[in-house]
T-cell receptor, first 113, second 115 residues
């Protein structure tokens, strides 16, 4: 049973545009929601993370929006650049289970010139 | 400060052979996690270890797979009698602590191909 659903599967955005990736979760015990960026042949790298006590977190061009009642969270990449082209994974975990992360299926982002 | 080191980066095994994947966590990290990534899929949790202890192996197949993290040396993920379905990228991550906001750093993975 998939506990974190991610969409879209792939996304093409023009340079300078906004990339939006959405995730929904089922387990209300989740309380840590990170986003990872993965380039081909590399391991995932933490991009930004949020806890459910805040509704939004911004770091540079990356913003997480969190809706606890809807059990949804999303990643916004402002002013998207070709270097942002990668696969993005949302994930979730429960406090006390360390970093045992449940990942979404990934979104392949392509930023065109 | 070296990151999480995994070796080998690529491993080819014939069906029925054993595969041994190694992971050296970041300096100061005592928590290690193994994940498996099938092509075009997200990462799936396999096992969580601390030094000399398996904390959570709920994602590990019951047969042929085992993991250890000895007092000295790297963590080892062992797959016995490999089958084609074991072909995947195996990632190791490490963290300093166990809290929900503790960041996990991933290695570059070992890509296992079973022929």
């Amino acid at each position: 049973q998939q506990q974190v659903k991610q969409s879209p599967q792939s996304l093409i955005v023009q340079k300078g545009g906004i990339s939006i990736i959405n995730c929904a979760y089922e387990n209300t015990a989740f309380d840590y929601f990170p986003w990872y960026q993965q380039f081909p042949g590399k391991g995932p790298a933490l991009l930004i993370a949020i806890r459910p006590d805040v509704s939004e977190k911004k770091e540079g061009r990356f913003t997480i929006s969190f809706n606890k009642s809807a059990k949804q969270f999303s990643l916004h990449i402002m002013d998207s650049q070709p270097g942002d082209s990668a696969t993005y994974f949302c994930a979730a975990s429960k406090t006390g289970t360390a970093s045992k992360l449940t990942f979404g299926t990934g979104t392949r982002l392509q930023v065109t010139l | 400060n070296a990151g999480v080191m995994q070796n080998p980066r690529h491993l080819v095994r014939r069906r029925g052979q054993e595969a041994r994947l190694r992971c050296s966590p970041m300096k100061g990290h005592s928590h290690v996690y193994w994940y498996r990534q099938l092509p075009e899929e997200g990462l799936k949790f396999m096992v969580y270890l601390q030094k000399e202890n398996i904390i959570d192996e709920s994602g590990m197949p019951k047969e042929r797979f085992s993991a250890e993290f000895p007092k000295e040396g790297p963590s080892i993920l062992r797959i016995q009698q490999v089958v084609r379905g074991d072909s995947a990228a195996y990632f190791c991550a490490s963290s300093r602590g166990a809290g929900g906001m503790t960041e996990a750093f991933f290695g570059q993975g070992t890509r296992l191909t079973v022929v």
